[in-house]
């Protein structure tokens, strides 16, 4: 053979291995998605992979991949794996051209590792690996049923007695028709299959009729009023109350769990005299209370947005962990979510007088689904990982001793409590602003314990005082301002730090989120125009 037709040789073995392989693929996700739609969404391949792969994620790749995409995270996962899976296919269907066992092989070897990541998930049974196991027969079959029509197309690719060489290269044209039509009506069987199970499993998982179809009783107890000054209109600055659309969200849940209010339970166990089991109704049946309370992550960063307050709905906790009698000894209270997730909170923050609630409503509306519903848990003063445990369905009291939650097993830290944060909105880094007075301002939050005082810095110049917005109480942030007079052309650098209500003033010390919140002063360098 030249060199000129073993390059070309190669090519066609490459082109006609990569649709082998990508036909075979989508006929496989496309089955494996619909078998999913009867057993459970997270059994499909790609998504129990893909939540394999956020529970074996070592901490540095996770805050590697927070920090790169954001809230895009999950996106950046799926692409991922979906890439990943393409050069799969693809190296398989050229392998397989010519030889066809290691291309079923190649795609058994799919098959068991979708299902091994099926079967070890969060929550999951043994019926959770059969989507992955029919995806596999389902790709076979599209391998082998398209492996003959290229066969018959390309009879360069025919199995040879042995100690003869390639016959003449010619493809027939009547074959190679064949075979392309073969591979797209295999490609629109295998999206087919994928297309019902989307639309079955909406209809069988989804939380958004039942959401849709809810009224949240008017709350007992009304959120106390908010004194004029509570919110400041200066343009830039985070509005006071964040809309549930822009509220961050921060979770390891690739497909959002579905929970419909009227199956819903929580149960109540553990170290407690009283075990007890709620539906939803009896839920909306306890006196309902309404606070603004701000929420934040430990991940986030000094000068971050993983922090937003709301106005919520939902029952006392105190009072259901009263009825049901917290043991004496009983130090932890372990949620649980529906999709596996395990938060621990000192139960002495829960019975301490706080608000700490179980949230059924947002905003003046149940709870997004991606924000937990029906229920979730909120704690004042305490990060969302230690505390606001979504989709909750379990309440286990025990102690620190005998149960180490998610995030614990991952080292972060058992307790806690929110650091003091300060932040400055406006004007953005990196910003051009104009000579004379620039208003400065942002946010600052120490849930629970509250801000007092907020000062900003320009260069190396003394701290001096910021204008505080007035406040509802400690449990939500406060809005700060600062007029930055005499404001000279050329580059600066703005500093905010934030005193808490018991008096301690932000550190300087730079700490990472990991293991127990950031530390450090926000500053951002701006321009101002010449
Ligand atoms: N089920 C479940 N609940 C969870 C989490 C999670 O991963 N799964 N993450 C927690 C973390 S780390 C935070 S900061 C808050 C974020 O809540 P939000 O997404 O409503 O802002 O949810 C908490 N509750
Ligand atoms: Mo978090």
Known sequence: MSGGSRVRAALRRLGLGAVLGLVSAVAALGVGRLVAAFVRPESAPVI???????????????????????????????????????????????????????????????????????????????????????????????????????????????????????????????????AAGGAAGLAVLGGAAGAVGTTVQDRRYSAASSRASLRIPAPAERAKPIPAGTELSVPGISPWRTSN????????????????????????????????????????????????????????????????????????????????????????????????????????????????????????EPLPIKHGFPVRMLVPGLYGYVSACKWLVDLELTTFRAYDPYWVRRKWSRLGPV?????????????????????????????????????????????????????VDSDVWRQWSFDWHGATAGDHQLTVRATDGTGVTQPQTRRTPFPRGATGWHSIAVTVAG
Request: aromatic share 6%.
């Open 48 to 178: 129990a992979v893909g939540n394999r792969f956020v529970l074996l994620t070592p901490e540095w790749l996770k805050d590697f991949a927070i920090r790169t995409f954001g809230q895009q995270d999950k996106t950046a996962l799926l692409a991922g794996i979906y890439l990943v899976l393409a050069g799969y296919a693809v190296a398989v269907g050229v392998v397989g051209v010519r030889r066809r066992w290691l291309g079923v092989a190649g795609v058994a070897v799919f098959g068991v590792v979708g299902a091994l990541a099926a079967v070890t998930g969060n929550a999951a049974g043994p019926a959770d690996g059969l989507p992955s196991l029919l995806a596999a027969l389902a790709g076979i079959a599209a391998f082998l049923t398209l492996h003959r029509l290229l066969r018959s197309g390309w009879p360069q690719y025919r199995p040879r007695p042995a100690g003869t060489v390639d016959g003449p290269a010619r493809a027939d044209r009547r074959s190679v028709l064949r």
């Open 245 to 364: 659309a822009d509220f961050y969200r921060v979770d390891t849940a690739l497909s959002l769990p579905q929970v419909p209010a009227d199956s819903w339970q929580l149960r109540v166990h553990g170290m407690v005299d009283r075990p007890l089991t709620l539906s939803y109704r009896e839920l909306l049946r306890r006196p309902l209370v309404e606070r603004d309370i701000t929420l934040s992550c430990v991940s986030n960063e000094v000068g971050g947005h993983l922090a937003g307050n709301a106005r919520w709905i939902g029952a006392r906790l105190a009072d259901l962990l009263r009825e049901a009698g917290v043991r004496h000894g009983a130090d932890q209270l372990v949620s649980r979510s529906a999709d596996g997730m395990t938060i621990g909170t000192p139960v002495h923050t829960v019975m301490d007088g706080r608000d700490a609630l179980l949230a059924v409503a947002m905003n003046g």
């Open 419 to 471: 650091r003091t944060a300060s932040r400055i909105d406006t004007p953005k880094p990196f910003g051009q602003v104009k000579p004379g007075t620039v208003p400065v301002a942002g946010v600052a939050w120490a849930q629970h314990r509250g801000i007092d005082r907020v000062e900003v810095r320009v260069d190396d110049g003394p701290w001096r005082p910021a204008r505080l917005a007035r406040t």
